[in-house]
């Protein structure tokens, strides 16, 4: 068994046990997540009142009962001995003199305090987020909403569909989102399959769009936050690709396509140089980009008049096969000029905005019908109890009296798997430490792995992760701890990946497409 106290990084194994002070800690696999959590906790169960003042929060069943077990094995046995069988064989064991130290304080702080954690080991706040968000809403069933008092349905797309439907049906009510509904449904080729689908889509996400939307929204400002936003999407990629052409190779590149665009009888002008606009620049990265590569992607194996080079100009289609094959041979450029060619345009037409106000519009409604859906059918779903969860906090100027409650019994909280929160979980967790500031004795503890999020499809959000490292959250300072040993793996194999993964993974952060560089 191998020991985290003698690996490389072994000071910040230490630092991430201080009681007093906050941590964001990256933890490559097999660099022994659980059990660094699990010595956090038993750290600070030595120093709270009650138990109860610290939350584990994990995001599967497994992984709670995981972590519980791990802890409850840790103070039933001798210490580290207990603590090493129940930690599976790949994962790091701390020194036995460190967990004895750890348990030992755990059983004198239970004795002094009476708890009978032996007896009790409910007492020990291990936690899913779905459960949390269940029980918070469980304690404000009132102002939080009935659903947390309804099962969650095994097949909630059904109930999303049905609440489409029921949204959809909405185009024969004469006080209705008539006029909306009959222009979502051109923009789909009159299609209610398609309708009711994307709406489906939408219900299923809804803890991404409601904050926004189900208060009433602004149109116009709607549109020029959604707009502004497709611009720095598109300007990123524009920068992307090209930084991804060398410099030497930019002003002969810049000669053989307004060659091909003078050819064309195309005015490509405003491309290039500093008086450019994003339209401009977009337009003409995209005319280079559809002269090198073909259709599919690939690099053009001849060029001809249709491309701008007629064959009385034998030398500019020489000079600009020659430019091919370099930029072939120059890596990450073919990359770059295929995304450039599926780019939009940084701005909505009329008619994409007609549709885009339609489905704003309509997002309410849907979210209403699906809301009378649980009530008929008797069943709920993981979003709806998480809003309504967050709902029993109450909000930044009126917390509730849940929140206050929370507020003056939760000290420490700790939150595995950091890098699959979703915005909503987020938000939770901005809740839950309302009012906390800097020396006040509460602690957060977060721990993760930008690299291993996998949970898109559930609305992960890796991005938060890097927000959090750079940024911290309002009351706290968190400091952030890079775990780097790796326990799993023989040293070749560490190797190899470190090694094939430096080129797989980007350069460096992303925030706006969620792009992780490899550590």
């Not at 046995?77 to 994962?91: E, F, H, L, P, R």
Request: glycine share 8%; aromatic share 6%.
């Amino acid at each position: 068994m191998n020991d985290s106290l003698t690996a490389p990084d072994a000071a910040e194994r230490r630092s991430a046990l201080d009681p007093g002070r906050s941590f964001l800690v990256q933890a490559p696999a097999g660099a022994g997540k659980t059990e660094l959590l699990v010595r956090r906790y038993l750290r600070l169960l030595a120093t709270v009142a009650e138990p109860e003042d610290i939350l584990a929060v994990t995001f599967t069943r497994k992984a709670a009962a995981e972590m519980q077990r791990r802890v409850l094995g840790a103070l039933a046995g001798a210490g580290a001995g207990a603590a090493a069988t129940a930690t599976a064989a790949s994962a790091p064991a701390a020194s036995t003199a460190e967990m004895d130290q750890l348990v030992a304080a755990v059983r004198t702080r239970d004795a002094e305090r009476g708890w009978q954690l032996s007896g009790h080991p409910a007492r020990l706040r291990i936690s899913t987020i779905d459960a949390l968000n269940a029980a918070l809403a469980r304690s404000a069933p009132v102002s939080a909403g009935a659903s947390a008092l309804r099962p969650v349905g095994q097949q909630p797309e059904r109930l999303y569909r049905l609440a489409a439907r029921a949204t959809l049906r909405l185009l024969a009510e004469p006080d209705g989102p008539a006029v909306e509904v009959a222009a979502l449904l051109r923009h789909l080729d009159n299609d209610p399959g398609r309708a009711e689908e994307l709406l489906a889509q939408l219900l299923a996400r809804r803890d991404q769009w409601l904050p926004l939307v189900g208060a009433g929204l602004d149109l116009q400002g709607a549109r020029a936050n959604l707009e502004s936003s497709l611009r720095r999407l598109v300007e990123r990629e524009l920068q992307r690709v090209e930084a991804s052409v060398p410099g030497a190779l930019q002003a002969e590149m810049a000669e053989v396509i307004h060659a091909a665009a003078i050819n064309l009888g195309l005015d490509l002008g405003s491309g290039r140089g500093t008086g450019r606009t994003l339209a401009g620049w977009g337009a003409w990265w995209r005319f280079a980009a559809t002269t090198f590569l073909t259709g599919d992607g690939a690099w053009r194996r001849k060029l001809d008049k249709n491309g701008g080079f007629p064959p009385d100009q034998k030398d500019l289609k020489a000079h600009a096969m020659g430019l091919v094959s370099v930029l072939g041979d120059t890596a990450g450029v073919l990359e770059a000029l295929a995304a450039v060619k599926t780019l939009p345009e940084p701005h909505y037409s009329p008619a994409q905005w007609t549709a885009l106000e339609s489905l704003l519009t309509l997002l309410p409604f849907a979210a209403a019908e699906l809301k009378l859906i649980f009530a008929v059918e008797g069943e709920t779903d993981y979003a709806e109890i998480a809003a309504e969860g967050r709902a029993a906090l109450g909000d930044e100027t009126a917390p509730s009296e849940l929140a206050l409650r929370v507020d003056w019994r939760l000290q420490h909280l700790l939150l595995d798997e950091f890098q699959d929160t979703s915005q909503a979980q987020y938000a939770l967790l901005r809740a839950l430490t309302r009012g906390w500031t800097p020396g006040d004795g509460r602690t957060l503890f977060l721990v993760g792995d930008p690299m291993q999020s996998i949970y898109r499809f559930r609305q992960a959000e890796v991005r938060l992760f890097l927000e959090v490292r750079d940024h911290g959250l309002p009351g706290i300072i968190l400091e952030f701890l890079r775990l780097r040993a790796n326990f799993r793996s023989v040293p070749a194999l560490v190797a190899w990946t470190n090694t094939t993964f430096q080129t797989v993974f980007p350069a460096g952060d992303d925030l706006l497409s969620s792009a992780i560089s490899f550590a």
